[in-house]
């Protein structure tokens, strides 16, 4: 069985947390398909296509990923694809709530697709897009916590005053 997951999210933009979870996903599925979904509780920051672009420069060197986007509903998405599973990140407990009402109502969706989890690494249990828009915002230092495409594309956004 070829083992097909969508790694679902706004990723604006994305961080080297998602990072973490879409390069330890590539390792255990044999395709996955990163997709960017419209959050409607976000306002965001970057178009659907800054945000495809950024993620396809950030994930190079990985060979069984695409980045794809989609308006619909992820289930729909991840039908389309024939995928078997959703992945998503966990960083913390208050991470827990959200993503058990998403993931009971995606089951009510479609009963076939699974949805995994995998723990975010400590050492990014703290990053968020938003956190790291607030700190580019003000021209904070982000270059650890963000790949260079993104830090550049960042400083690009927030260099005129207007922000
Ligand atoms: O990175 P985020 O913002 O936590 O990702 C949330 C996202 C985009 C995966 C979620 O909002 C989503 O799946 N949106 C598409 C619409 C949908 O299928 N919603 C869930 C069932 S109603």
């Known amino acids: 069985m070829t083992r097909i997951a969508v790694c679902p999210g706004s990723f604006d933009p994305v961080t080297n947390g998602h990072l973490d979870i879409i390069k330890r996903g590539a390792k255990v599925f044999d395709k996955m398909y990163i997709c960017v979904l419209n959050n409607s509780s976000k306002q965001p ?11 396809q420069e950030s994930t190079k ?84 916590l963000v790949p260079k495409p993104v830090e550049l594309a960042l400083k690009e956004k927030f260099k005129s005053p207007a922000h």
């Open 45 to 55: 920051l970057f178009t659907v296509e800054e945000r495809i672009k950024l993620l």
């Open 61 to 144: 060197e990985l060979h069984n990923i695409e980045v794809e986007s989609f308006s619909g509903l992820l289930m729909d998405y991840a039908s389309q694809k024939n995928a078997n599973a959703i992945l998503r990140g966990l960083r913390a407990v208050s991470d827990f709530e959200y993503e058990m009402q998403i993931t009971s109502m995606n089951r009510i969706l479609n009963e076939e697709i699974e949805t995994f989890f995998m723990m975010t690494n400590n050492q990014y249990s703290f990053l968020s897009s938003s956190i790291v828009k607030e700190a580019a915002k003000y021209h904070g230092e982000i270059s650890e």
